[in-house]
């Protein structure tokens, strides 16, 4: 103001007096005074520096050059680094310091700011096809409280791959198994999955049985892989065994039963064999065929025909040869006592007889009297007595004999014995352990 009103008074002096232009000095300022002056520059987070033809003092007078600079996490934005006052009074360029918010460009993706990375700028992401945006809302920026650094974004988005990759499982796999096999063979190759990101996957898991042999039924299978970015794909396939199968086979009444492979599939072979005392009727063995039905004919056991008309007694004897036992009991009278006692004695042990195949003859009675009697079947008097010759078995005492189906002679008692020890007797026979093993686990009989 001093200046100013020291200017005036010099202007007026100047005009007012009569001299000519006594004081060049105060010429010089009054020419300053006419220049025109620019508005001094302030930069909020920013400092300059100017140059002045006038020098240093006259920082913003028509001619003087400014120089801006932004502090750290500060940048120039739509506005020059340096400036001119010009004549106009004006600056020749704006200038602000506006706060920089460093933003990462996603990878696979990208985005677009309303204000570029400086503060209040609304950013929008987006994602490359494939590719979906994982983060928090939509980022923006603001300062962190009243410290002057710069500041940072609210939240940063990344393009994450969420396009599963893609996997083709084999198609439905079908064999039949070939005679007398219950398994196939099955191969195929590995599937390769394809990923739309970079083709890379981690992992190919297969959920099920691996290539080899498959026992019959249907077998669900699948694969599943994974990507880099932990993305899973899956499919599904199958697997089917087929047997071709007769209709199931039973062992006939009193009799049994041994079959190969798994007993009706296509090749399987069974064979039959019937119970001492009983003849087999039919095929000896049926085979499943590959039009699924049984070779031969029906197989059954029927009851020992015994031929008591014949005329010696070692044809009699040889109807029985590897089929049954023996066990022939003589007396001279029904009413021997030893006679009455083992015959009650056996009444009720018929099952452990049979079991063990053994055939009761008796002979009872004196020529010509005597009686022969096989179950319900009688013995002419004739052969009755050819049988006591053969044996030499005595007419006139209780006598009991045991004979193995190979037609020894094993055993023999004057007195009566109980069912138990008879049995105990012939289970120590040659071939009666393996029939007992038989008897349990082919044909599962036994008696209560």
């Known amino acids: 103001e001093e200046l100013w009103s020291s200017v005036r008074v010099t202007i007026g002096f100047l005009i007012t007096s009569p001299m000519k232009a006594p004081f060049p000095r105060l010429l010089s300022l009054a020419g300053l005074a006419r220049t025109p002056w620019c508005a001094p520059i302030k930069v909020k987070h920013g400092n300059v520096s100017c140059r002045s033809p006038g020098g240093e003092y006259y920082g913003n007078v028509m001619g003087s050059r400014c120089k801006i600079r932004c502090k750290r996490g500060y940048e120039m934005q739509h506005g020059h680094a340096e400036v001119v006052c010009m004549a106009s009074k004006h600056w020749s360029g704006s ?114 049985k691996p290539p080899g042999h498959f026992p019959e039924g249907l077998h669900k299978m699948s694969y599943t892989v994974y990507d880099r970015a932990g993305n899973k794909g899956s499919c599904r396939f199958s697997v089917r065994v087929r047997v071709r199968r007769c209709s199931p086979m039973t062992p006939p009444d009193n009799g049994f039963m041994k079959c190969d492979s798994d007993g009706n599939n296509y090749g399987a072979t069974c064979e039959f064999k019937c119970t001492g005392g009983y003849e087999q009727q039919g095929s000896a063995a049926r085979v499943c065929q590959y039009g699924l039905t049984w070779s031969g004919t029906e197989t059954n056991c029927a009851a020992m025909n015994i031929n008591v008309g014949v005329r010696t007694a070692s044809g009699l004897l040889d109807q029985f040869y590897e089929k049954r036992r023996l066990l022939i009991i003589s007396a001279p009278t029904a009413a021997n006592h030893y006679y009455r006692f083992q015959m009650t004695d056996l009444q009720h042990a018929q099952c452990g007889l049979d079991l063990r195949h053994v055939t009761v003859i008796e002979l009872v009675g004196i020529y010509p009297a005597q009686i022969g009697r096989i179950r319900h079947r009688l013995i002419p008097p004739g052969l009755a007595l050819q049988l006591r010759l053969l044996l030499q078995i005595s007419h006139n005492n209780f006598n009991m004999v045991m004979i193995d189906k190979q037609g020894l002679d094993r055993e023999r008692y004057t007195y009566p014995i109980t069912s138990a020890q008879i049995f105990t007797t012939i289970d120590t026979w040659q071939g009666r352990v393996d029939e007992m093993v038989q008897q349990q686990q082919e044909a599962g009989h036994t008696c209560q």
């Open 95 to 208: 200038y602000a310091c506006r706060v920089v918010c460093p933003l990462q460009m996603p990878a696979n993706g990208g985005y677009t700011c309303s204000d570029g990375s400086y503060l209040n700028s609304l950013c929008e992401f987006f994602c490359s096809p494939g590719y979906n945006l994982k983060g928090l809302s939509p980022a923006s920026t603001t300062r962190p409280g009243l410290q002057e650094r710069a500041s940072v974004w609210v939240s940063q988005r990344a393009c994450v791959y969420v396009d599963i990759p893609v996997v083709k499982c084999p198609n439905l796999k079908e064999k039949t198994a070939e005679p007398s096999r219950l398994t196939v063979r099955m191969t195929w190759d590995t599937p390769e999955g394809k990923d739309t990101a970079d083709g890379i996957l981690t992992d190919v898991i297969l959920k099920g």
